[in-house]
């Protein structure tokens, strides 16, 4: 297990260029900051970032926080309930913040919203 002081990091993998994954942990929660469209471009890279992410360490909570996430397709949103499905087996709670309203409607109207705890 890795030391649990405080730390952020940055993910780039093989994003596509304009989307980024960054994160910062502080003892039991991991934040996780999305930024750019998460589209069938992004989401192999984005949900093999955020599977080694959640696979590491062991958290309490997760908290995906889609401020800088203007676009959000089907793939994308598989990913984020997939990060969700992992994070919950693992025995953490997992929760969406601060979506842009298109990012929300789609969410929404997927019920993936529901699943993430969305904040409204």
């Known amino acids: 297990m890795h030391d649990t002081a ?3 990091d940055y993910c780039d993998g093989n994003l596509p260029r304009g989307t980024t994954l960054a994160w910062s942990r ?5 934040t996780v900051f999305l930024s750019g469209d998460l589209d069938a471009r992004a989401a192999t890279a984005l949900h093999a970032c955020l599977y080694e992410l959640l696979t590491v ?3 309490d909570q997760v908290v995906l926080d889609l401020t800088g996430v203007p676009f959000c397709d089907a793939s994308g949103a598989r990913v984020l309930t997939a990060a969700h499905h992992l994070a919950t087996t693992r025995g953490a709670e997992c929760r969406a913040r601060r979506a842009q309203p298109a990012v929300a409607w ?3 109207l997927t019920h993936a919203a529901n699943l993430l705890g969305l904040d409204d």
């Open 57 to 59: 360490d062991t958290v």
């Open 26 to 30: 502080n003892g039991g929660l991991l």
């Open 106 to 108: 789609l969410l929404r």
């Open 6 to 8: 405080d730390r952020s």
